[in-house]
């Protein structure tokens, strides 16, 4: 069974976390520590078990009237508009933490709806994790920044990024586009921004890019197909060179339309013709599951070298007659507990999935990818 186990209990030399005293002695605590992976770009996917998917499941799922609105289909042209601007600002895109992100916003998603109310049904809202009679799992940070490519590192979305300085630049942007038409800067459609301040040159092309990105890609709001008028301070800091954690937001709002969805399913009664609204980003989710679950989603495409990983996923349609209602319990022995550490062809390992175990303080000094890790493992609110 210690075999099995993904963490271990030993005694190791360690300072403490609360101490301002960076010349401290290490002194030998014990703890536990999460096992290295064992030569993971050398150990492929394992096999999917041999036994068959086509069970019955042992209630049929209500129909509930759900619309997914989080993460519409990238837009005509959008890929166009992200590689032109990729030419000029990916150094900040990088600096930031949002170029694996930007680029995954390029690929198209088909979403399962089946499979992600099998999940929710499974869901804990108490404990944002899916409950299983095998284990407890949930989607993670982690999941989020290797999935969405999205940043856990940076200043919180909610800091009051709001000055004099950037409202005129918002002004600027929206009185420039609203100019001759009659649009209400609350309804501004997406594809008419595009259309204009694409190839539009400067500063403001790269505002107005960011604009769209967080409105359509990353914070889908009632303000469906439309410019959202509250991420226009986030998408000015961002563009002026200022991190910010996007994850945190991204995951917060996953849990948040999970536990809204678990207790639409809950409280399902027979011709109930009211309709839940959900804004999260769920592919996401599926992406999850077709990871960690390797019979419930297709066979993934090979990845060209420099593509984030979610490419794998691009344009797959979801598995016919395999049910995922109630077919999680049958899954937990082929359940995936470290996806990301095994072998994929072209895919770039982050530098916290090692071959070997050592041991870093994480101050500083440390890089970036290990300093990402580290936010994952640690608990704090979202």
Not at 24 to 34: D, E, G, N
Not at 104 to 132: K, M, Q
Request: charged share 20%; aromatic share 12%.
């Amino acid at each position: 069974m210690e075999h099995h186990s993904l963490v271990e209990e030993r005694e190791e030399l360690m300072i403490s976390l609360n101490s301002n005293d960076h010349n401290q002695t290490p002194t030998l605590k014990r703890s536990h520590f999460l096992k290295p992976t064992l030569n993971p770009r050398n150990q492929p996917f394992p096999k999917p078990p041999c036994f068959s998917l086509s069970f019955k499941p042992n209630k049929n799922p209500p129909k509930i009237k759900v619309h997914f609105k989080g993460r519409p289909t990238p837009q005509m042209n959008w890929d166009l508009w992200v590689t032109n601007l990729q030419q000029t600002h990916e150094s900040t895109w990088k600096k930031v933490g949002i170029f694996d992100a930007i680029r995954a916003s390029t690929y198209n998603l088909t979403r399962d709806n089946e499979l992600i109310l099998g999940l929710a049904h499974n869901w804990c809202p108490e404990t944002n994790t899916f409950v299983f009679s095998w284990g407890e799992c949930s989607i993670t940070l982690e999941d989020v920044m290797i999935l969405g490519g999205f940043s856990v590192l940076g200043e919180c979305v909610k800091t009051p990024f709001q000055s004099r300085e950037i409202e005129e630049i918002e002004n600027t942007l929206v009185s420039v586009f609203l100019r001759d038409r009659k649009s209400s800067c609350f309804q501004i459609k997406q594809n008419e921004w595009m259309d204009y301040f694409m190839d539009f040159g400067g500063e403001s092309e790269h505002m107005a890019f960011l604009v769209l990105w967080l409105s359509r890609y990353v914070f889908s709001t009632k303000y469906f197909c439309q410019i959202s008028p509250y991420v226009f301070p986030v998408a000015i800091a961002l563009a002026r060179g200022t991190r910010i954690a996007l994850a945190p937001a991204v995951l917060a709002a996953i849990y948040r339309d999970l536990s809204l969805l678990k207790e639409k399913t809950q409280g399902f009664v027979q011709n109930d013709k009211s309709k839940l609204v959900l804004w999260a980003p769920f592919q996401i989710v599926q992406l999850w599951a077709w990871e960690r679950f390797p019979t419930l989603g297709p066979n993934p495409i090979a990845l060209l070298h420099g593509e984030p990983r979610l490419a794998r996923w691009q344009n797959l349609s979801k598995l016919k007659n395999k049910l995922a209602w109630i077919g999680f319990e049958s899954l937990g022995g082929s359940f995936l507990w470290r996806p990301y550490a095994l072998s994929v062809d072209n895919w770039k390992f982050p530098e916290f999935y090692g071959d070997e175990e050592r041991s870093v303080l994480i101050d500083s000094e440390v890089g970036e990818e290990l300093l990402s890790f580290a936010k994952c493992l640690r608990v704090e609110s979202l």
